[in-house]
């Protein structure tokens, strides 16, 4: 395993920087102005890594609208970075390319993450909403990363994990030095002290059944979409016209099941016209339905729809965790 | 070929012929939509019960069954003026510029019901997808046991493919019309396609149903399938939900773990039984 000595991270993200469009944490998302030092301190952003791989709004072609013809072009795309992404975050994106892959494969997803390179951080310090270990993660979970990484004392030890990761180790190898055996042996323990740390509940799925009292809790709801705009895992859209004067775009960009007019039919039938219908579909899918489909949850535990609901609608409470 | 890589690019189509099929304040009219590309357009394979999207540029997509039988040298649809989409098409000549995306869907299990008598029950725009699924069995009607064909429509105005369906009345030995209430001249049924159904009551023996029309018809066609003693496994109809990807990605069309677009929007009542808030 490589270790970078903290003094030289200034140098390490500028090495990389020549290379790639390197994104790292700020307080509230990913973005390519981050403060160094920071990053590597930030537990996670307000927003999930999941806009890398699958934008807020994402043009799918663009249109000539006095010849009504579609415009293709195919721009090449750099390739991004993630650095310091979060075990949770990179989970979020594994649950997404389940979604985007199966069947139809979706080419916009996949040439993002097909671009993307991931030098994920151990979390060292979870927080007081962080439960990804009831969802059968840990905060130093790596599938997914091309890079490990863990934050030990004065240093950052690394582990590549796929040939794309060994490659970006190269890359910066000048800075690197081989980890000390006490390192190594350090890293384990923090992994093991984080693990610790993380509240651990015992779900019980089992309560999520369509005629549940725990829908009740919808009452509250604001259909605001804060929930599922935050979540790494929810991927619905919309399919939209967008038209400038003689030109256009057909875009996609993200909408929200807890939005009423997100299943309004043009009959003006609407099958989730209420929030409790709305509620219980979003959490029924992640713990239910999305379980039938491929055998795990489509929740990594990341806590920020607990955090950030506006009215305090808690998973945590609704499956049972107290 | 990038057209088949990216399941979100449309073909360029043109619409080649539009006949006025109900007029009203929500009227109907059928679009005969050909691919430009000649090759596409002859490999263009699909499945009676299966869609297309069809999209305007800067207007949007909208989804529709496809009317016209595999076969045929173009896709045919049906489309009730409702909103931007369907309003835009409504307002196309012969000769304009669509886009298709497709064939979206699961379609009918046509092989499965090989050997099987067929009931075919419709109602309104409904026909839509039967219509396909009618031709499709007289082309292969040596595989098909005996045909039933029931429609209905609110008056005699607001029956889509009119001629076609009384040409059907006069080939099939058991072809049903049927309009709400009573019109002048009218000599054919008078009632809702339910209650048309008890008094024609096919037989369940070694037969499948397949219904499709407005929810509360399906709803009450069911019913009476049951009283009728056909199983849930023999009945069959299709689903609508509101559309955008077609491809289960988007999210909004779910009942449970199924989407309608892809899963669906055929499905045996057998499945639908067991799933929550299926309208
Ligand atoms: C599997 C399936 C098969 C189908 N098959 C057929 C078929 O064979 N034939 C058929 O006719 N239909 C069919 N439909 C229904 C068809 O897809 C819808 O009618 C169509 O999507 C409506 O699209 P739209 O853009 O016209 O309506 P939208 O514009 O999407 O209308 C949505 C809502 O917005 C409102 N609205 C529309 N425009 C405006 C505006 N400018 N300002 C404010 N509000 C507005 C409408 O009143 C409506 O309530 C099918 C649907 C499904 C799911
Ligand atoms: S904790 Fe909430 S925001 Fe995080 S993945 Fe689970 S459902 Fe999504
Ligand atoms: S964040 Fe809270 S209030 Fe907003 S839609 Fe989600 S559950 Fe409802
Ligand atoms: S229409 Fe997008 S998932 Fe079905």
Partial sequence: MKALDKANLDKFVELLSEEFNVYSITDTDFSTDFDNNKALEILKPIKSAKEIVFPQTEPLFKFDLVGKEIVVNEKQNSTNLMLWIKPCDVRGINILKKVFEKDVKDVYFANKLNNTIFVGLACNNPSRNCFCTSVSITPYYKEGMDVFATSVNGAIIFEALTEKGKEVLEKVNSLLRDATKDE????????????NKVRRYN?????????????????????????????????????????????????????????????????????????????????????????EMFD??????????????????????????? | MVLQLNPYLPYPAYIRGIRDEVLDKRPIKTFTIEL????????????????????????????????????????????????????????????????????????????????????????????????SLYYYICDNRGKYGELTFIYGARSSKDLCFKEEIFEIERKEK?????????????????????????KVSPSPKNSVAITCGPPIMIRYVIQNLHKLGFKPSQIYTTLEKRMKCGIGKCGRCNIGSLYVCKDGPVFSYETLQKLPEVF
Wanted: charged share 20%; aromatic share 10%; proline share 4%.
């Fill in chain 2, 36 to 131: 430009k590309d000649e090759k596409l357009m002859k490999n263009f394979t699909f499945k009676p019960g299966q869609c297309v999207m069809v999209g305007i540029i800067g207007v949007g997509e909208a989804i529709f069954a496809i009317a016209s039988p595999p076969n045929a040298d173009c896709i045919e649809i049906s489309v009730m003026k409702m909103g931007r989409v369907t309003t835009a098409l409504h307002n196309c000549n012969v000769g304009d510029k669509v886009f298709v995306r497709g064939p979206i869907g699961n379609g009918f299990p046509v092989e499965e019901w090989e050997g099987k008598n067929i009931v075919l029950i419709a109602g309104g725009i409904g026909i839509t997808p039967l219509r």
């Fill in chain 1, 203 to 291: 779900f019980n799925t089992s309560r999520l059944t369509w005629d549940s009292d725990v829908w009740r809790i919808s009452e509250i709801c604001l259909s605001c979409g804060i929930c599922t705009y935050l979540c790494p895992t929810c991927h619905c859209f919309d399919i939209i016209d967008e038209n400038y004067v003689y030109e256009g775009e057909r875009i996609r960009i993200w909408d929200s099941c807890m939005y009423s007019e997100y299943t309004l039919q043009a009959s003006g039938h609407n099958p989730r016209a209420y929030r409790l219908q709305r509620l219980r579909n979003r959490i029924m899918h992640k713990f239910v339905w999305f379980k």
């Fill in chain 1, 184 to 195: 190594v042996e350090k890293a384990k323990e923090i992994h093991l002290q984080a693990e």
């Fill in chain 1, 296 to 322: 795990e949850y489509a929740c990594t535990g990341c806590g920020r729809c607990v955090s950030y609901c506006p009215v305090n609608i808690s998973l945590i409470e609704i499956l049972g965790g107290v």
């Fill in chain 2, 174 to 198: 058991t072809c049903h019309i049927t309009i709400d209430f009573e019109e002048e001249g009218w000599t054919r049924h008078v009632g809702f396609v339910p209650d048309v159904l008890m």
